[in-house]
């Protein structure tokens, strides 16, 4: 099965939110991490990453970038998310 770039881009920040959860520490998660867990080139990778980093929603660090987290503004968003398809959250 293809995954076509909103299911990538979803995964991603998944991926991005579990980390951030797991580890509030230390929330940052590798380039080479995030291609080998969604299985894509850093071609499609570093257009994911663009993407939310436009709306606000992921902090990248290093030019090019070098490791990615999610911002305050995507970290609100997504548990607004999770609390609205589970309000016992």
């Not at 850093?42 to 290093?62: I, K, M, R, T």
């Not at 998310?81 to 589970?86: D, F, G, H, K, Q």
Request: charged content about 30%; aromatic content about 6%; hydrophobic content about 35%.
């Amino acid at each position: 099965m293809t995954l076509d770039g909103d299911d990538i881009r979803r995964n991603m920040l998944q991926i991005l939110y579990a980390q951030m959860k797991q580890s509030p520490e230390d929330p940052w998660v590798s380039r080479e991490a995030l291609s080998r867990l969604l299985g894509v080139t850093d071609e499609v990778l570093n257009e994911s990453v663009s993407h939310f980093e436009g709306q606000g929603f992921l902090d990248a660090e290093g030019d090019p970038w070098e490791k990615v987290r999610l911002s305050l503004k995507g970290v609100t968003a997504l548990d607004a998310r999770a609390r609205s398809y589970c309000p016992n959250l």
